[in-house]
């Protein structure tokens, strides 16, 4: 069964510094995407980047970068020159494209990031 | 495009009360997706619909939950005799079909049910 793990509750980092948002997931299924969401507090998932598990290229959207570690299953977002902005909850997802192309997305925990001034 | 829409945005309810909320999703989008969360967790799949059809429901979805989508346009997710384990924001969200992974989602604000 598809998985999604992010191991931080919580992250702090200094504005304009960069910081590295944890995932790792699990699938059997060698066709499968990778996203990160970002939700303020107002509640609505914003999407920020998007990886497949074909692409050579890790992804990139502006100041967001995808660290694609495929053996190792991780997908790990980083984000440059942080903003107070981003104080969010983070999270991220798959999507499998095995038998059955659902579209739907599984989520993983979030985690909760503090942009310090 | 105006986005995902979503109403109401909070609902308080009495336990044992039924509850119905709707999903306006961005107009060309075939796929339509509702999901719940809690504080502090992830987005947890309800059920989806592919135009018209509910293609899949999660075991999470009780037979107090039932959503529709009759036209293929907006949707609506019910909740008979609400229990006050349904406290949760109800997220919806819409997308176009996609031969590969990257489809993206595009998601509503919620909405915020609190069940006293």
């Known amino acids: 069964a598809q998985k999604i793990t992010q191991t931080q509750p919580g992250m702090f980092v200094q504005e304009k510094e960069a910081v590295t948002l944890d995932c790792t997931y699990d699938t059997s299924d060698p066709s499968y995407g990778l996203f990160w969401y970002k939700q303020p507090s107002s509640g609505e998932m914003i999407f920020l980047i998007y990886?497949?598990?074909?692409?050579?290229q890790n992804a990139t959207e502006g100041r967001y970068s995808l660290n694609f570690q495929k053996a190792r299953k991780s997908a790990n977002l980083v984000i440059s020159a942080s903003q107070l902005g981003d104080s969010a909850m983070y999270f991220c997802a798959m999507r499998e494209t095995g038998s059955g192309n659902t579209g739907k997305l599984i989520f993983g925990q979030g985690t909760t990031l503090q942009v310090k001034p | 495009d105006t986005g995902v829409s979503q109403d109401p945005r909070h609902k308080i309810t009495k336990r044992g009360q039924n509850v119905t909320f709707r999903c306006d999703p961005i107009?060309?989008?075939?796929?339509l997706y509702w999901y719940r969360q809690t504080l502090g967790q992830g987005p947890e799949f309800l059920t989806y619909?592919?135009?018209?059809?509910?293609?899949?429901k999660s075991r999470l979805l009780s037979n107090r939950f039932s959503a529709e989508r009759p036209k293929g346009s907006f949707s609506t997710l019910e909740i008979q005799r609400t229990e006050q384990g349904d406290s949760a924001m109800y997220l919806c969200?819409?997308?176009?079909?996609?031969?590969?992974?990257?489809?993206?989602?595009?998601f509503g604000s919620g909405t915020q049910l609190s069940v006293l």
């Open positions: 619909f592919q135009n018209e059809a509910q293609l899949e």
């Open positions: 107009s060309e989008h075939n796929r």
């Open positions: 990886q497949g598990s074909y692409d050579q």
């Open positions: 969200a819409s997308s176009l079909m996609h031969k590969t992974a990257n489809e993206k989602l595009f």
